[in-house]
């Protein structure tokens, strides 16, 4: 029962001693929600005002995007969640202030550029050979935004498990 006893009081210790109990390389990002930075609180904005506006009745988009992913999410991105939430919103603040699009994709996106992805929204009219791809093939946040956004219009998708799980997406529709 002694040795029984000492091994859980070592084992006690020793999580004690460690500042995440004891459970290491955990790919849990941290809690970024009580930001103040005030372009932050613009991208948060903008993601929930674009996430409630309806879809465009159309069959076809266009759109051109920049990933800003975090490590853990399988890109090569080494940045925290919290560097990437800001990297994110000043490239939101960029685009909005008249900075170039293209030019912000090829500085600073965690996919390949130029970025372009053409959707359809029926599975039968894709032809990935000309990369056009079916919506729902895609990762959700591109839809979700693409559809919303009137041509030449900038969105974004926040980091989301679900719909968005590489990172944010700013989205600027071309078609």
């Known amino acids: 029962m002694t040795r029984v006893a000492f091994t859980l009081s070592l084992c006690a210790l020793l999580l004690a001693g460690c500042p995440d109990g004891g459970i290491q390389n955990r790919a849990v990002p941290a809690n970024t929600e009580g930001s103040k ?29 920049i990933l800003i992913s975090f490590e853990g999410r399988g890109t090569p991105a080494k940045r925290s969640k919290e560097e990437a939430e800001k990297l994110a919103a000043g490239i939101l603040a960029k685009i909005q202030g008249g900075t170039e699009f293209d030019a912000l994709v090829k500085e600073n996106t965690d996919d390949q550029w130029p970025g372009i992805y053409g959707m359809v929204s029926e599975k039968s009219k894709m032809n990935q050979a000309n990369n056009i791809h079916w919506r729902k093939g895609m990762v959700p946040a591109f839809g979700n935004v693409g559809w919303r956004l009137k041509v030449g219009e900038v969105g974004v998708a926040a980091f989301d498990l679900d719909n968005s799980p590489f990172g944010w997406h700013i989205v600027k529709r071309l078609k």
């Open 37 to 65: 930075d005030p372009q932050i609180l613009a991208l948060r904005k903008a993601a929930s005002e674009l996430a409630n506006k309806p879809e465009e009745d159309v069959s076809f988009v266009e759109v051109q995007h």
